[in-house]
């Protein structure tokens, strides 16, 4: 990303908006939202198979491992608004284990880009199966969107829920059972 040419592309948006870019107030906005973006849109170059290398164990308990309350912030596609809440993510390790630190790193990855939570939360689900080849992967992310919140159809309260079951999460309605007791949200 070349933090010039947007810092000139939000000047002129500014102006388009009918503000003074010149103004006390705005005068370095460009370059803050330029630095902003750079970081919010990192997981663009991210190189994930580096980070992800470093931090698999070996493991030969093949119990399932559950992570709940990964915080998630993202800016959604369609409006370019944020959207976040919490991911709550669960596998079943076949002979490797991944380092706790590293599925934030794997949600920030994919949530520092311009999102849709359904990809999203299919993208973190499918990059912690290959990880550690686990024999199934759960993900279930609750997020709010501002982009319903501020405008649109100003729903303020309503929490958006996906899912993506992998292997044996999504064959083994016992073992998705156990998946979604243990984060809190049994089925009815
Ligand atoms: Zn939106």
Redesign the pocket.
């Known amino acids: 990303m070349n933090e010039q040419r947007v810092a000139e592309l939000i000047r002129e948006l500014l102006k388009e908006i009918g503000e003074d870019p010149d103004r006390e107030g705005l005068r370095r906005t460009p370059s803050r939202v330029a630095r902003s973006l750079a970081f919010l849109m990192s997981g663009y170059g991210a190189d994930l198979k580096e980070t992800i290398n470093q931090a698999v164990f070996e493991s030969h308990a093949n119990n399932m491992i559950i992570i709940r309350d990964i915080e998630i912030y993202s800016l959604?596609?369609?409006?370019?608004?944020p959207?976040y809440g919490r991911c709550h993510v669960g596998y079943i390790a076949a002979a490797k284990v991944l380092g706790a630190s590293k599925l934030a790193r794997i949600t920030n990855c994919f949530a520092r880009r311009l999102q849709i939570q359904e990809r999203l939360t299919a993208q973190i689900a499918r990059e912690i199966k290959s990880a550690v080849n686990a024999e199934g992967v759960g993900v279930v992310m609750e997020c709010r969107?501002?982009?319903?919140m501020m405008r649109?159809v100003e729903k303020q309260n309503s929490i958006m829920t996906t899912s993506s079951v992998l292997g044996s999460f999504h064959n083994d309605a016992a073992t998705r059972a156990e998946f979604l007791t243990l984060i809190g949200r049994p089925i009815a």
């Open positions: 959604c596609e369609h409006h370019m608004l959207f969107h501002l982009c319903m649109g």
